[in-house]
């Protein structure tokens, strides 16, 4: 069968990754000059709190080509490999996997899935999904493009404070959004990532993105959705009762965000992805 593997970017919960015989492969981040890999090391929550305390912002890394390489043979045992990783907009990672692939020798199908988070997670899933009912590489990779095309990831900044820290924004700036009560909602567009609104106020903040959720497709009762955060899992439950009670969608996954994506989002945010 098809063996499917991902980066850590895709914060998939241990038991799914158990489930689904999803292998995974780490980025790795530096706090203070210290580097660990994603999900080995270092724990979403000891990252978070390694995170707040630092005098700087992480720092994070694709895998070393030689890193894909070593799993690419072991896995290549048991029959033909897919791996998919996280957009190659935002991450040097797709790059190590092809370099890795041809260091190797070994025939792997290498997936940009413009994604990172839980909208990366999701689609190994359905890829996982797929391998498990005879689908060929090229056969899933087809449907993965459809369903990329379609994918909708919401990223909401609760503090500007990692985007001031990373040069992204100035600290007058990151501090008139502060006392303003302004959150920022991104959005990933094809791999980017993209400013979509400002908004005053958390409350509407929340039921904003409620409603953005409805714009975009009409009938939800099918779709999974993904739920990442930083240290804020009780807005995280929060947004899960109210995408529940309005639109019945198949399922809804809570998890924490690891050190990959919560470098960028900073404390409190959340990555909304479907």
């Known amino acids: ?51 707040l305390s630092a005098s700087s912002l992480p720092k994070t890394s694709q895998p070393a080509p030689a890193v894909f390489a070593r799993s690419f043979e072991e896995m290549a045992k048991d029959g033909p490999i897919l791996c998919l990783t996280i957009s190659s907009k935002l991450s040097g990672t797709y790059q190590s996997a092809c370099m890795a692939r041809d260091l190797a020798n070994i025939p792997v199908t290498i997936f940009d899935t413009w994604a990172g988070s839980l ?55 990151g501090t008139v959004a502060q006392v303003l009560g302004i959150k920022v909602l991104l ?40 739920i990442t955060h930083v240290d804020n899992l009780a807005d995280a439950e929060y947004l899960k009762a109210l995408i529940v009670e309005r639109y019945h969608p198949q399922d809804v996954i809570i998890h924490y965000m690891g050190s990959t994506m919560g470098t960028y989002a900073g404390k409190g945010g959340m990555i909304v992805s479907f």
């Open 1 to 51: 069968m098809l063996q499917i593997i991902t980066d850590s970017s895709c914060d998939l919960p241990e038991e799914l990754r158990r489930r689904y015989h999803i292998h995974v492969v780490p980025l790795t981040v530096a706090i203070d000059g210290k580097e660990y890999a994603e999900g080995v090391d270092i724990t979403p929550q000891e990252f978070q709190q390694k995170m």
């Open 119 to 173: 909208a990366l997670g999701i689609q190994t899933i359905k890829a996982a999904e797929w391998a498990a009912q005879g689908l060929s590489a090229q056969e899933i990779v087809e449907r993965l493009t459809a369903y990329r095309g379609e994918m909708n990831i919401l990223i909401l900044l609760d503090t500007l404070e990692n985007i001031v820290k990373g040069g992204r924004l100035s600290r007058f700036q």
């Open 187 to 226: 959005e990933g567009v094809e791999g980017s990532v993209e400013l979509r609104e400002k908004i005053r106020g958390k409350a509407k903040f929340l039921h904003r993105i409620v409603d953005i959720v409805g714009e975009r497709r009409s009938d939800l009762t099918h779709t999974i959705f993904g």
